[in-house]
């Protein structure tokens, strides 16, 4: 029996970044189709910063004002979501902060909820969460964040490294 001598074909994909099977199509690119809506943010820590493709280690976005805060992608023409990916750091504060993640198919007149999610934080443990979902979403007009930075109502700001959507 010949051996062959063949050259593995492969990819090398960022993890956080992996796209889900069957949905290998290019992320969103946010400044081109949305009007981002956000309530607050810190001068040193824009929301440009979370659709710059950052990863851990790097700023983000962070709240300029503690408690609760909304971000809102207003799509130029309604999009279809297959996928969303983002990536929240908290190097200095404890706390559990969540998430929730909803869309609208009626220019923001309504939303219904597609995503909930806690992220515990430790300086000492835990201070990156990751996560990708896969979702179906058609005729999206509008996708909004609501963080709560801390269940317990510490004061403390909500923060978001980066948001991709494919």
Known sequence: MAEHSRTLRKRIVNPAYAPAAGHDQAALDITAIATVVVTSEDPAHPIDNVFNNRHEG??????ADNGEQ?????FDQPQTI???ALEIEEP?????QELTISIS?????TYR????????????G??????????SAERVSHLRLQIKPDKGGKPCRATLTSLVLR
């Open 92 to 96: 200095e504060v404890e706390r559990t």
């Open 126 to 135: 835990t201070t990156c969460e990751r996560e990708t979902w896969s979702v």
């Open 105 to 109: 198919s009626d220019g923001g007149r």
């Open 58 to 63: 790097t700023s983000g976005w962070v709240a």
């Open 113 to 124: 909820e597609l995503i909930r999610q806690e992220y515990n934080f430790s300086p000492s």
């Open 70 to 74: 909304c971000l809102i992608l207003d």
């Open 82 to 84: 297959r996928q969303i």
